[in-house]
C-alpha cells in the first residue's frame, strides 16, 4: 500500500535550480522507523545516493553534492521535496524517492520502496 510519486519539470537550464516533490501514501513520511532518500541515475551509468531526511526532519547530503543540495519535507502534505542548484548537464539523470527502513542491519539499510522515478534533463 505503500507508494511513492516523483514529480518536477523534466528540463532544467543550466546554472537554474532544478526542484523535485516526492509524494508519499500509504505511510506517515514521520514515521520513525524510516528515512526518507533521494537517488539519481545517469543515463548510462549507476545509481547515486544523494542524501537522506529522517523523521524527526534531520538531513545527511552526499560530500559531493552537499554544496548544492537541499532535501525537505512538508508534514502536512506528507511530501519529500529535493533541490539542487547550479545544474549542469551532468545533473541530467532520472531521479528517485524511495523508502529506508531504519532498522540496523548487516551489510547496510536498504530501500525497501521506490518511487517509479522522473527523468529531468539540463539543456539549454
Known amino acids: 500500500q505503500v507508494q511513492l510519486q516523483e514529480s518536477g519539470p523534466g528540463l532544467v537550464k543550466p546554472s537554474q535550480t532544478l526542484s523535485l516533490t516526492c509524494t508519499v501514501s500509504g505511510v506517515r513520511i514521520t514515521d520513525n522507523y524510516y528515512a526518507w532518500t533521494w537517488i539519481r541515475q545517469p543515463p548510462g551509468k549507476g545509481v547515486e545516493w544523494m542524501g537522506v531526511?529522517?523523521?524527526?526532519?534531520?538531513?545527511y547530503y552526499s560530500p559531493s553534492l552537499k554544496s548544492r543540495t537541499s532535501i525537505s519535507r512538508d508534514t502536512a502534505g506528507n511530501r519529500l521535496s529535493l533541490q539542487i542548484s547550479s545544474v549542469t548537464p551532468e545533473d541530467t539523470a532520472v531521479y528517485y524517492c524511495?523508502?529506508?527502513?531504519?532498522?540496523?542491519?548487516?551489510?547496510?539499510?536498504?530501500?525497501?520502496?521506490w518511487g517509479q522515478g522522473t527523468q529531468v534533463t539540463v539543456s539549454s
Open positions: 524511495a523508502r529506508t527502513p531504519t532498522t540496523v542491519v548487516v551489510g547496510g539499510p536498504r530501500n525497501d520502496y
Open positions: 531526511i529522517r523523521s524527526d526532519g534531520s538531513t
